[in-house]
């Protein structure tokens, strides 16, 4: 199965500033999600985004997909300190195999107070 | 409180002995999965149960075993554990349709295998 990539590893950056992070992927896909895991915790979900839908919003986060790219993006706005974790996108393949979801390595974002 | 909990959260064995990490759901989801998460490597899915008595290999099986005799648990079982199957290990679970629809998480069990 597929594995989405993303890009950068690791982001740094102050409080309040915006942090964008980019995942690829090989195969086309039903849906991608993005998730967010705290320092050795569960994974949460954040926004699950259709192959159809473009863009998707959820408080402070925005979600694109471009499948003509075979890319997204999650771009945080007003970053706080409680968003410091890893993050990590993941892809569910077209029927029939639409039942696996593949994660990426995850992108580490530490926010400076 | 909706959740999904694993026990045990930490575990130290040594290769060979035979253990089992247990997974519960009370949210009544039909699809639960297991994956393996080693640095660099990201989550790589072991094996998934899309509901009672239905399960199929993920991307890394080899050395696990799954059963799914009822809805609400999914034990994985190493048989013989080896060092290799060191890792921090996730049960998830979801709504019909696994990749569809969002995955809960449970907290975790690191294991170690001396």
């Known amino acids: 199965s597929q594995q989405g990539e993303e890009d950068p590893q690791a982001l740094s950056i102050q409080e309040g500033e915006n942090a964008t992070m980019n995942c690829s992927y090989k195969?086309?896909?039903?849906?991608l999600q993005w998730y967010r895991q705290n320092s050795g915790r569960g994974l949460v979900h954040l926004i699950l985004?259709?192959?159809?839908?473009r863009e998707k919003h959820s408080g402070r986060l925005r979600v694109t997909l471009d499948t003509s790219k075979k890319s997204s993006s999650l771009l945080i706005t007003a970053s706080r300190a409680a968003d410091t974790a890893s993050y990590f996108c993941?892809?569910?393949?077209?029927?029939?195999?639409?039942?696996?979801?593949?994660f990426g390595a995850g992108t580490t974002v530490t926010v400076r107070a | 409180e909706a959740q999904v909990t694993q026990n045990p959260r930490y575990l130290i064995t040594v290769t060979g002995k035979k253990l089992t990490v247990t997974c519960s759901q009370n949210?009544?989801?039909?699809?639960m999965s297991w994956y393996r998460q080693d640095p660099g490597l990201g989550l790589r899915q072991i094996y998934y149960?899309?509901?009672?008595?239905?399960?199929d290999k993920g991307d890394v099986p080899e050395g696990y075993k799954v059963s799914r005799k009822e809805k609400r648990n999914f034990p994985l079982i190493l048989e013989s554990p080896s060092p290799n199957q060191t890792s921090l290990y996730f049960c998830?679970?979801?709504?019909?349709?696994?990749?569809?629809?969002?995955?809960?998480f449970g907290p975790g069990t690191r294991l170690t295998v001396l």
């Open positions: 998830a679970s979801s709504f019909w349709g696994g990749a569809h629809n969002e995955q809960f």
């Open positions: 195969t086309s896909i039903n849906n």
């Open positions: 985004i259709r192959s159809n839908e």
């Open positions: 993941a892809t569910a393949d077209p029927f029939p195999n639409d039942y696996k979801l593949s």
């Open positions: 949210m009544n989801h039909e699809y």
């Open positions: 149960s899309m509901n009672v008595e239905v399960t």
